[in-house]
């Protein structure tokens, strides 16, 4: 084996292992989410969410966005070496994998099920707490129902997994700065339609953490202009 193979043997390696050591990471988190969704979940007394309700739907649409959170920020995390990024991608991956999980018990506590025939965000369609919008986005604005905002097309993310070093890096910071602000909204639009007491006060950290994460990742793009 030329000298030139057995590097490039030890890098594929090491990526493996990185890789690995990730996706259990990413499993043990989602398992911690789902435990603590498990403990938090209401008694059988307290009021049920339906299967259209507004909490039922953003629990099912917030899972499937953080899902795409989690595979975007594992691409970054085996294609970056900047220690700044890194970490960054290790709390999107740990806090967005919890999170799920933790939506993922309380619809299982609730008895609803996981998917739904309805198309995404068709949650958007219930009124607002105070009756002042309905089928509107919490800026008043149409919002599609068959899109999730902020979620980057399988075009996006192939480019990034096809990417390496500070390309990678900047791919990943633009479709996540989006992805985060979509994430924002649809927190911004259930807040506006409930005020469940397990469901609210999530939303509510999404918007607070996330809102925190675009500054500094703008901070980070902007160096890499």
Do not use: C
């Not at 989602?30 to 339906?50: F, M, Y």
């Not at 900047?82 to 994998?97: F, G, H, V």
């Not at 939506?103 to 609803?112: D, I, P």
């Not at 939303?203 to 902007?222: C, F, G, N, P, R």
């Amino acid at each position: 084996m030329e000298a030139g193979d057995g590097r490039i043997g030890v890098e594929a390696g090491s990526r493996r292992v990185r890789l690995f050591t990730v996706a259990v990471l990413v499993l043990l988190t989602l398992v911690t989410g789902v435990l603590i969704g498990r403990t938090t979940a209401p008694a059988e007394a307290a009021p049920t969410p339906s299967s259209t309700s507004a909490e039922a739907g953003f629990a099912r649409d917030m899972q499937a966005h953080h899902n795409q959170a989690v595979e975007m920020a594992i691409l970054i995390r085996d294609r970056s070496d900047d220690d700044e990024l890194r970490l960054l991608a290790l709390d999107i991956i740990t806090a967005q994998s919890q999170q799920a999980g933790q939506m993922y018990a309380w619809l299982t506590a609730w008895n609803l099920p996981q998917t739904s025939s309805d198309p995404p965000m068709a949650w958007m369609s219930q009124p607002t707490l105070d009756g002042s919008m309905t089928g509107m986005d919490h800026g008043g604005g149409a919002m599609a129902s068959t899109e999730m905002p902020g979620m980057a097309s399988s075009e996006d993310v192939q480019r990034l997994r096809d990417a390496d070093g500070v390309e990678a890096e900047r791919i990943f910071l633009e479709l996540m700065i989006a992805h985060h602000r979509g994430g924002m909204d649809m927190a911004e639009a259930l807040l506006a339609r409930s005020d469940n007491a397990l469901i609210a006060p999530l939303a509510q950290s999404i918007v607070t953490l996330q809102q925190k994460e675009i500054d500094y990742m703008t901070k980070l793009l902007a160096e890499r202009s």
